[in-house]
């Protein structure tokens, strides 16, 4: 009974010493992966920076437009119990007259249009008010109570102002609580995982690029200690033909080449 056997044969990058990071890239322990780790490493921080203080300008953007909201819901309460008010005292001296209002046929002279507002490159989305310019008579309260039906009116177009600011106001604020949230997870990734890891390949870059130089020293020092011992060695074996008196042998000499060549000539 035969077996067959198979070998894995590493990459290259493993016997080299190549790391894995996170990501599964290998990084190669050379000079060009530190200067590539390098400047990411400067790119990262540039983001954190950028991101750092979007997200700083995002917060007292939302703070202030926290406190607007609260603001603006106070005074919308108050209006809203002063335009019920008005309603009930005109319906007091005018009588029910919603459904006179009900049957005419008319354009609202208010409008509501969408804007959208930049803020630290974020789209908040904004409602502004505006009146068409359309006009029309009524003949609601001629036969009494026209005042309180204009007070009516005018408590009721002030509330709808209100209205319209907290509406803008609260969907700015859910827009900009969920870019807050995904700077501040971006701010986070850079700070406690991208930064970290760009430290870690580079320390072990660094780590071994060191342990590379100090192999090549050391191998060098090796090399030119055997030189000199071997130099040491040749000057002594001199001296002490010299003073033998044997100087037979003199220099070496090459016998592969001896002189010069002469000239050929063509």
């Known amino acids: 009974r035969t ?42 921080k540039k983001g954190y920076d950028l991101l750092k203080k979007k997200a700083d300008a995002l917060k007292a953007r939302f703070r202030d437009m926290a406190k607007e909201i609260y ?19 005109a319906q007091y001296a005018a009588g029910d007259f919603k459904t006179k209002v009900l049957e005419q046929n008319f354009t609202a002279n208010v409008r509501v249009t969408g804007q959208t507002d930049n803020i630290a490159g974020v789209k908040i989305p904004v409602f502004r008010q505006y009146e068409t310019g359309e006009t029309y008579l009524d003949n609601v309260g001629l036969a009494g109570g026209g005042r309180k039906i204009n007070e009516c009116r005018e408590k009721f177009t002030a509330l709808l102002t209100i209205l319209v600011k907290l509406a803008s106001l609260q969907t700015s604020f859910i827009t900009m609580d969920e870019a807050l ?14 930064i970290p890891r ?44 010299k003073e033998a008196g044997d100087d037979s042998f003199g220099p070496a000499r090459d016998v592969v080449y001896d002189g010069a ?3 050929v000539m063509m």
């Open 71 to 89: 603001k603006t819901k106070g005074s919308m309460s108050e209006s809203c119990s002063t335009a019920f008010w008005s309603l009930t005292a």
């Open 198 to 241: 760009i430290e870690k390949t580079l320390s072990y870059i660094t780590s071994e690029l060191d342990e590379l130089e100090r192999e090549d020293f050391t191998r060098l020092k090796k090399v030119k200690d055997q030189n000199q011992k071997r130099a040491d060695a040749e000057a002594k074996a001199k001296a002490e033909r």
């Open 3 to 44: 077996h067959a056997w198979s070998v894995s044969t590493p990459p290259v990058s493993a016997c080299l010493g190549a790391k894995r990071t996170m990501s599964g890239e290998q990084v190669p322990p050379t000079r060009m992966a530190l200067q590539l780790y390098k400047t990411k490493k400067t790119g990262a």
């Open 181 to 194: 949230k995904v700077t501040n997870r971006r701010v986070n990734a850079l700070e406690n995982v991208t």
């Open 261 to 263: 060549d002469d000239d």
